[in-house]
């Protein structure tokens, strides 16, 4: 089955500390995103990635940080830097020509304590 | 960047009931999508529509895209439908093709 997965989908942490956020894709595409959706809130693009070893910052990349080593995967590490970390997650990938509907991951739900 | 404005932002139908989504847009865009995410988190995509109409079974969205604006018609509303309903909006480029999500419109359909 091809697909986008993310793991975990519950993750807790002490505040300070880097956490990571897996995302995997086997769909073959080039790009992948990352998202974060707050509570009443539309997702906003923390990072983007058009093809492997190579990506750019979204609207809200301050206190992330990420890699694009393999085409199939886009960790996102989370670092004591972000202010407000606690939030839902959303991983993405898509096709860069033909199509463009991303695929969406089924999120890592993050709780700083 | 694009602002993306979406109304009302909170529905709630009765079962077998009809209602419109609007979505409205502050620039040019030839990349418009409406998302419906579960309320499990989940979003799928349901239409690619940066202009004209289209229809998939009880659902159907129409974009004018001169006039900035896309409206998502749900018709004979099933409890399946309830969840979050997200507009999206960009401009397709070679370099990036990135979407900018309104905050979404919540929809509750009561049995």
């Known amino acids: 089955d091809g697909g986008i997965t993310q793991s975990p989908k519950y993750l807790f942490r002490k505040e300070g500390q880097n956490v990571t956020l897996s995302c995997e894709q086997n769909?073959?595409?080039?790009?992948m995103y990352w998202y974060r959706q707050d509570p009443g809130q539309g997702l906003r693009l923390i990072y983007y990635s058009q093809i492997v070893n190579d990506f750019q910052k979204g609207d809200i990349a301050e206190g992330y940080s990420v890699s694009r080593e393999k085409k199939e995967s886009f960790p996102l590490t989370v670092t004591s830097a972000q202010k407000n970390p606690t939030a839902f997650y959303l991983c993405?990938?898509?096709?860069?020509?033909?199509?463009?509907?991303?695929?969406f991951g089924p999120g890592t739900r993050l709780t700083v304590l | 960047g694009i602002q993306v404005e979406q109304s009302p932002p909170d529905l709630i139908l009765q079962e077998g009931a009809n209602s419109t989504l609007r979505c409205n847009f502050s620039?040019?865009?030839?990349?418009l999508q409406w998302f419906h995410q579960n309320p499990w988190g989940q979003l799928i995509n349901l239409f690619y529509?940066?202009?004209g109409t289209k229809q998939n079974g009880r659902l159907s969205a129409t974009t004018v895209a001169t006039e900035r604006y896309s409206l998502l018609y749900i018709s004979s509303s099933q409890t399946t439908d309830s969840g979050v309903y997200f507009c999206a909006v960009g401009t397709l480029r070679r370099a990036n093709s990135k979407l900018t999500f309104g905050k979404g419109i919540t929809l509750s359909v009561r049995p």
């Open positions: 529509i940066p202009s």
């Open positions: 993405a990938s898509q096709q860069t020509s033909g199509s463009f509907v991303p695929f």
């Open positions: 769909l073959n595409h080039d790009a």
């Open positions: 620039d040019s865009v030839n990349n």
